[in-house]
């Protein structure tokens, strides 16, 4: 079983739609959570965190789910520049350094 | 301030040769991963070098290795290449707040191996 898992897509939807992304991941012992977004070709940058409460960015929530071990990124009010792969990240800590463990990744693609 | 830099940006080898790839990190960034970024999949982690010492590994055989320079630069070095080691490479660095989660990553090296 893989470390984290997510759908890989691609979720193809119009402008304006909402769209949630979902992911698990298998070390109950990981620490913190984040979502990364990759644009065709470029590197990976973090969106942002994943708080057990659940958290906003604007159009972007967030939330974990410890017991289940599972996360879940929504996009509302989709815009043409959200196209790009999401990649779910699970931070796990060993001897005092941690290692960030991506999923594959889900390819969103916004259409006019 | 510059962010994190990779050379060289794309090269070409072929099986059995050996590569190099260097990143410098982030202004003020001591901490440098590498991942190993196949076509369509997430980046895997490849290691990761604090203090000039390797701390963490991932599931890579030995033909993997790294270094890290007194002023915090890094290289990658791969041995005996095979076909499945085309990849992109990608460097990423953090800084003293190194529990924060968030990694700067280079624009990556892309490897092909012929």
């Known amino acids: 079983r893989k470390e984290v898992e997510q759908d890989p897509g691609p979720f193809n939807v119009p402008e304006g739609a909402t769209v949630a992304f979902n992911c698990t991941y298998s070390?109950?012992?990981?620490?913190?959570f984040f979502w990364y977004r990759q644009d065709c070709r470029k590197e990976p940058k973090l969106l942002m965190s994943v708080y057990s409460s659940g958290n906003e960015d604007g159009r972007f929530t967030a939330q974990l789910n410890r017991a289940s071990q599972y996360i879940s990124l929504l996009i509302r009010d989709s815009k043409l520049s959200d196209s790009a792969t999401y990649l779910c990240?699970?931070?796990?800590?060993?001897?005092?350094?941690?290692?960030?463990?991506f999923g594959t990744g889900t390819r969103l693609l916004v259409s006019p | 301030d510059a962010g994190v830099t990779q050379s060289p940006t794309h090269l070409i080898k072929t099986r059995g040769q050996q590569v190099t790839l260097r990143c410098s990190p982030k202004s003020g960034h001591d901490t440098v991963s590498w991942y190993q970024q196949a076509l369509g999949q997430g980046p895997q982690f490849i290691f990761q070098?604090?203090?000039?010492?390797?701390?963490q590994r991932g599931n890579f055989p030995d033909r993997f290795s790294g270094h890290q320079f007194p002023n915090y630069s890094s290289e990658l070095n791969v041995n005996a290449l095979l076909l499945g080691d085309s990849a992109l490479y990608l460097c990423?660095?953090?800084?003293?707040?190194?529990?924060?989660?968030?990694?700067?990553f280079g624009e990556g090296s892309r490897l092909t191996v012929l």
């Open positions: 990240v699970v931070n796990e800590m060993n001897t005092g350094f941690q290692k960030l463990v």
């Open positions: 990423a660095s953090r800084g003293e707040k190194r529990i924060t989660g968030e990694l700067f």
């Open positions: 070098y604090y203090e000039e010492e390797e701390r």
């Open positions: 070390n109950s012992a990981s620490q913190s």
